[in-house]
């Protein structure tokens, strides 16, 4: 695949995989091979199936959960994505019940192709940002 087809599938993650829920995808778009080398705790590594339980997981937490990538940047065989996330935590967030509150993140993610599926992934996530706006951890100067 050249540099622009890898973008156009890496999209589908957040835009239709996570946005949508449309678990169906993973199947396609990520090797059996793949291996997340940013689990969040408790979460599947390997394997479409990772993709799915964190969507799952994220999606059940964070029911009107909207990605928006705000950069992209692709060479080679890897896509670096810059995304905001938002979505109002009405489901229970790693083990913690829902509070109700919305919140806004940014995340950075770098995904691997070998052909047309992506077999590896690397991530950061504003974890502290989300738990300080849902009032799980202080806020600075507080």
Known sequence: ?????????A????????????????????????????PMPGMADRGPESVKQLTTAIRSAFPDLQYTLEAEIAEGDKVVHRATARG????????IPATGKPATW?????????????VEHWGEVDLLGIMQQLGLAPAPGQ
């Open 11 to 38: 999209r589908r993650i957040p835009y239709e995989v996570f946005n949508q829920g449309k678990l169906s995808l993973a199947d396609e778009l990520v090797s059996r091979d793949f291996v997340n080398h940013s």
């Open 106 to 118: 940014t995340e950075t993610h770098i995904v691997r192709f070998s052909g047309a599926q992506i």
């Open 88 to 95: 109002t935590n009405t489901g229970s967030f790693m083990g």
């Open 1 to 9: 695949m050249n540099t622009e087809e890898t973008k156009l599938v």
